[in-house]
Antibody
Framework: EVQLVESGGALVQRGGSLRLSCSAS????????MNWVRRTPGKGLQWISN?????????SYADSVKGRFTISRDDAKNSLYLQMNSLRDEDTAVYYC??????????WGQGTLVTVSS | QSALTQPPSASGSPGQSVTISCTGT?????????VSWYQRYPGKAPKLIIY???TRPSGVPDRFSGSKSGNTASLTVSGLQAEDEADYFC?????????????FGGGTKLTVL
């Protein structure tokens, strides 16, 4: 089955860290650029990070997370990761991983909830 | 507040056509041919229904069509069916300085009357 499954969401204290994972199956993960997108009640959907294929190289980040979040991938494990540091209240959201097709998001996971609390 | 502007709601009767707009700027919608549309049912993962402004992925009915004029993209659902009742949101590639970025619309709830 073609799917993406996120995990790692949790309740974390302000200033804390968290690592999200996304497990891919049913398609050629190594050939797919990947993204993290989040949804908040106040701001709706927000793209936060993209990683190209290992052959292409390159990562991009939204300004709101640059310097705090790091995207990475392990093609051998068909997995995508998001290391989140220095978490803020405004990082509270449902985080989705999504594969990239022609600069669109063609496959999404169900999402994992991150709650930042003081 | 979302970067792309969509009406919060739209509606139509079965068999009718409905068009949902998505307005951005020359830095996103108007600047690239990379507008996409998504359908989302409550509790489900979003589904890509249009990419590259007007291309349907395999398996998406041809009742769904996309277009763009200037800084505004549109999704038209023709021959409305009950199963089309869902949330629809748009996205556009927005380039970036040495990288990539994307923006999203706030979503439109489509009601089939």
């Amino acid at each position: 089955e073609v799917q993406l499954v996120e995990s790692g969401g949790a309740l974390v204290q302000r200033g804390g860290s968290l690592r999200l994972s996304c497990s891919a199956s049913g398609f050629s993960f190594r050939d797919s650029p990947m993204n993290w997108v989040r949804r908040t009640p106040g701001k709706g959907l927000q793209w936060i990070s993209n990683i190209r294929t290992s052959d292409e190289g390159g990562m991009s980040y939204a300004d709101s997370v640059k310097g705090r979040f790091t995207i990475s991938r392990d093609d051998a494990k068909n997995s995508l990761y998001l290391q989140m540091n220095s978490l803020r209240d405004e990082d509270t959201a449902v985080y989705y991983c999504a594969s990239d097709l022609n600069y669109s998001f063609d496959l999404w996971g169900q999402g994992t909830l991150v709650t930042v609390s003081s | 507040q979302s970067a792309l502007t969509q009406p919060p709601s739209a509606s139509g009767s079965p068999g009718q056509s409905v068009t949902i707009s998505c307005t951005g700027t020359s830095s996103d919608v108007g600047g690239f041919h990379y507008v996409s549309w998504y359908q989302r049912y409550p509790g489900k993962a979003p589904k890509l229904i249009i990419y590259d402004v007007n291309t349907r992925p395999s398996g998406v009915p041809d009742r769904f069509s996309g277009s763009k004029s200037g800084n505004t993209a549109s999704l038209t659902v023709s021959g409305l069916q009950a199963e089309d009742e869902a949330d629809y949101f748009c996205s556009s590639y927005a380039g970036g300085h040495g990288g990539h970025s994307w923006v999203f619309g706030g979503g439109t709830k489509l009601t089939v009357l």
